[in-house]
DNA sequence: TCTGGGGTCCTAGGACCC
DNA sequence: TCTGGGGTCCTAGGACCC
């Protein structure tokens, strides 16, 4: 029984989560193979292993792998990313009964810091991941290491050798982490990307051990101080912190390329009216305000005219916004344009407790029609209460033909059973 | 013909000031 | 008419992550 020097991050994950999620309510599908689209059905963004093997990627287009999925009976889904949210709620959950420190890094993975633990670390790890197995079903790998860098490097070879490490790897030890390093190649380290790592190829850096063996002050000037940072996490030094607590975002986007391409004003004023609510929704949901708002527009001919407008005060009201994107609009809207895609971002943001406004503007904040707002759309749905702007016709709404349905979400997708 | 969306951090370069 | 350099702030763009 080991005795565990220093604190220990693990990286837990969800195997393909997406298609874990479409499967938990359909278990017809258990055995079945799965992929799971990108909005608008772009292209490929989960599959199950067997789709793998077929040599579908994160994301090849789905107009080259339709007819593969015919061919195999591969169930396909459009992204249901409600569903996933939720499921990835519970999954922190249960993180949470094997330590209260949790801190969920994407929808499918969250890290955890192990101080001071007593006992086996390993057969902790592995009976939080059978316990995630038999409480949502969902299978998961854990990756142990002394920063969270060696963490995933330990999640990486559990998941390539998931029948013979059992899920779980541990990195803390210093013999076999050589072995670790030396396999694994430069681009595959959290962190280096394909620019980078073809760079770092350029200097002689192929594998994980190569980078671990450079002098990272001269890494660093050649490439920046996350790259020195990398080093230092290779070796076992910390240098990347634990955020339990999410820090809220300091910008908040919103996005969608249109099922259909459209060059109407009042269509694309419709679609970006429904983006702005979609933020300002989330910059309320997080209690902040933002002093600026920024739109871009995708035209067929790959141009990205884009405006940023600034109010007069930070605001959450909803209302602003729609009126600063009548106005950015009128400045670059070109009738002969074809539109692809549109976003709204909101910036400047602050925490909206404790703000000041002007005291001679005060009709200009309404926080009470905003509760109201939320809290009678959180009971009905979204837009069961909204700006006229928004309209009706939804002509630029994205594809989703095969979305499963709300499991989780809507009282009328509840599963029941006969 | 058809290829997603939402974030973060870092750096370089320009504007401005003293 | 000639002439310096350092600091700060902002923005755009690049790179990365999932």
Request: charged share 20%.
């Amino acid at each position: 029984m080991a005795t565990n020097q220093g604190p220990v991050y693990a990286l837990c994950d969800v195997n393909s989560f997406y298609v874990a999620c479409e499967r938990l309510f359909r278990p017809d599908l258990r055995d079945k193979p799965v992929v799971v689209l990108s909005n608008n059905d772009g292209c490929a963004i989960a599959m199950c292993s067997f789709s793998k093997s077929l040599g579908i990627k994160i994301g090849t287009p789905y107009f080259e792998i339709k007819s593969l999925l015919k061919r195999h009976n591969i169930e396909w889904f459009s992204s249901n990313y409600g569903l996933y949210g939720d499921i990835s709620q519970r999954f922190n959950w249960v993180l949470q009964q094997f330590t209260d420190k949790v801190s969920p890094y994407s929808v499918d993975e969250s890290f955890l810091l192990f101080e001071g633990f007593n006992g086996d670390l390993d057969e902790h790890c592995l009976k939080l991941k059978n316990t995630v197995w038999e409480w949502l079903s969902l299978p998961i790998c854990v990756g142990l290491g002394p920063t969270k860098t060696l963490a995933k490097v330990a999640n990486h070879y559990a998941k390539k050798h998931k029948q013979s490490t059992h899920g779980v790897v541990n990195l803390c030890s210093t013999r076999n982490r050589q072995w670790a390093l030396e396999n694994l190649a430069v681009e595959n380290i959290w962190g280096v990307g394909r620019r980078l790592s073809r760079k770092l190829k350029l200097q002689g850096i192929f594998t994980a051990w190569d980078l671990h063996n450079c002098d990272y002050k001269t890494l660093q000037r050649m490439f920046s101080v996350n790259m020195e940072r990398t080093i230092l996490e290779l070796r076992g030094q910390p240098c990347l912190s634990f955020n339990e607590q999410p820090k809220p975002k300091q910008s908040i986007l919103n996005s969608r390329s249109f099922g259909t391409a459209i060059s109407s004003r009042s269509d694309l004023k419709e679609a970006l009216s429904y983006h702005a609510t979609r933020c300002c929704e989330k910059l309320r949901k997080q209690s902040s305000l933002a002093n600026s708002i920024q739109f871009f527009l995708h035209t067929r001919d790959g141009n990205h005219p884009q405006v940023t407008l600034s109010l007069t005060e930070p605001s959450d009201d909803t209302s602003l916004f729609l009126q600063a994107i009548e106005l950015g609009l009128k400045r670059v809207y070109d009738s002969s344009q074809t539109y692809k895609k549109a976003g709204v971002m909101l910036l400047g943001l602050e925490p909206s407790k404790g703000y000041q406004s002007d005291i001679f503007d005060q009709t200009r904040q309404r926080p009470e029609l905003m509760e109201s707002l939320d809290s009678i759309n959180a009971k009905f749905g979204q837009d069961a209460i909204k700006f006229g702007s928004l309209g009706f016709d939804k002509r630029w709404a994205m594809r989703a033909n095969a979305r499963s349905p709300h499991y989780t979400s809507r009282w009328g997708d509840i599963v029941s059973v006969s």
